[in-house]
């Protein structure tokens, strides 16, 4: 068999086969990024306290 | 490395590029039965965007020569200023050690370590004190702040810091003993702000980092040394760079505004006008990457934070009158990082339209073997120069249509992204170990 067939056919799947893998893994580092759990706020937004409001005498 | 030996690899690699000239010409006129214009101009688009390949592999080897052969006949420093090492640690606690041995026997006469650890949450603190002290002409001092990030750490450092030259690097970095040695030699010209390392891969023996290994020898440092011919590398890599503690002060220490606060403080020092150069010998080794995922969060955020870094400092890009080196120096690293992974990655699509679609096979063919060729040429060329595994030359044959293709997708959805401003945070890849001294 001639080899130019050959050599043509692996090289298209391989580079077909690179990029779906390149795209397909940025998406999955996307995703992870997206699943991965926020961080909290609670230090931010105070749960309990309230700001004292001075009441009008 | 002495230049002579680099002679040869030289004259072979010019006698290939000449080739690769002439196979293009018969790729242009091989009697090809061409079966539409589309396929017609987009070989021809191809063909000119090869040509523009061969000419920057052509010139950056050129350069990357002449500053090889530049270094080799540059004498030793006459003087030995103060050097402060900073050290920023964060979750370090595997590989502190190894970094704080390989510091304290380097081999230069005045220098003191100053460990910042930017609220880590492992045992690295405890690691850090028990160095804590005056040895026989080193003093290691630990500095600990909450977590505020590399940047703020760094600077923490550098306001810290008593030595008139600052070398700054990362905790899981092991250097060279005579790193110093060689850096310090270029600010005997005051001009010059900042030196750039030699950084390599410590932690080899798995695909994704025998390749970034090549990557690191053949596309990071090929293109600073060619860079350092004039004075102008666009980025002082994290892990080993050595500044100018005055020129430091004056452009405002690092930032945290951007997602690559060496890129950005480097770009800030080269429009302020001073040199920036390269050191081959200054080397040192760092752990790279050992999983696709990240890797590609690792470029995802240098292809955005050098992004922020060159829109923070476009005005330099186009005053071209008023500091030409700084312009185009800007004007390339911009066509590096986004034009060309976006070229890259449509004439890949191109190509497989071609071959796949119109079954034009030899097109295909010769596409891979003269991209291959050339990344042969420039590993080939890099391994000797650097004194490299020879291990290194064979990745090149699909460096570039497997590794550098996945990455320059990343590139361009990164840029898409950094356009459109999508929200991301910093978050420091996760250390496995495994960095051997060896590689130095």
């Known amino acids: ?57 | 490395m002495k230049v002579r030996s680099v002679v040869p690899i030289l004259l072979i690699a010019i006698a290939l590029f000449i080739s690769a000239f002439v196979l293009y010409a018969l790729i242009l006129t091989t009697e090809i039965n061409w079966p539409n214009t589309f396929v017609y101009v987009s070989s021809v688009i191809l063909a000119i965007f090869l040509i523009i390949l061969i000419l920057r592999y052509m010139l950056l080897i050129w350069f990357s020569y002449l500053s090889h052969h530049e270094k080799t006949h540059l004498p030793l420093a006459q003087r030995w200023p103060k050097v402060s090492v900073l050290v920023p640690v964060y979750n370090e606690g595997k590989i502190i050690d190894t970094t704080v041995r390989a510091l304290m026997r380097q081999d230069y006469p005045d220098y003191e370590i100053l460990l910042i650890n930017d609220g880590s949450q492992d045992d690295t603190f405890r690691k850090l004190l028990r160095y804590q002290g005056d040895y026989e002409g080193i003093t290691i001092k630990v500095i600990q702040q909450v977590n505020r990030g590399k940047a703020q750490a760094l600077n923490a450092g550098i306001q810290a810091a008593s030595g008139e030259l600052v070398f700054c690097m990362d905790g899981d970095t092991i250097i060279k003993p005579d790193a110093l040695r060689f850096m310090v030699r270029h600010f005997e010209d005051a001009r010059v702000g900042a030196v750039a390392g030699n950084v390599k891969v410590g932690n080899r023996g798995r695909l994704w980092t025998d390749l970034q290994a090549l990557e690191y020898v053949e596309g990071l440092n090929l293109a600073r040394q060619a860079q350092g011919f004039f004075a102008a590398v666009n980025i002082i890599p994290g892990p080993c760079g050595m500044f100018r503690k005055r020129a430091l002060e004056e452009v405002g220490l690092y930032e945290s505004t951007t997602f690559a606060e060496d890129c950005h403080l480097t770009l800030k020092l080269l429009v302020q006008g001073y040199r920036i150069v390269y050191e081959p010998e200054a080397i040192c080794v760092t752990e790279a990457p050992s999983k696709l995922i990240d890797l590609l969060k690792q470029r995802y955020r240098w292809t955005r934070g050098i992004m922020q870094s060159i829109r923070l400092n476009r005005r330099a890009m186009f005053a071209w009158r008023e500091s030409p080196t700084t312009s185009g120096t800007l004007l390339y690293m911009g066509f590096e990082a986004f034009i060309w992974p976006v070229m890259n990655v449509l004439a890949n699509i191109v190509v497989l339209v071609i071959a796949g679609y119109y079954g034009i096979t030899l097109i295909l063919i010769l596409w891979w073997a003269q991209l291959t060729m050339l990344d042969v040429i420039a590993a080939l060329y890099c391994v000797v120069s650097e004194g490299e595994s020879n291990r290194l030359i064979i990745y090149g044959t699909f460096y570039r249509m497997f590794f550098i293709l996945i990455i320059d997708v990343c590139k361009v959805f990164s840029t898409i992204d950094e356009l459109l401003k999508v929200s991301m945070t910093w978050e420091k890849i996760t250390r496995r170990g495994g960095v051997k001294e060896q590689w130095i």
């Open chain 1, 1 to 57: 068999m001639d080899i130019i067939p050959i050599l043509s056919t692996v090289i298209l799947v391989s580079t077909l086969v690179t990029l779906v893998l390149a795209v397909g893994s940025y998406f999955a580092y996307r995703l992870r990024e997206s699943r991965k759990p926020k961080e909290s706020t609670s230090l931010e937004k105070p749960v309990f306290f309230r700001k004292f409001q001075r009441k009008k005498v």
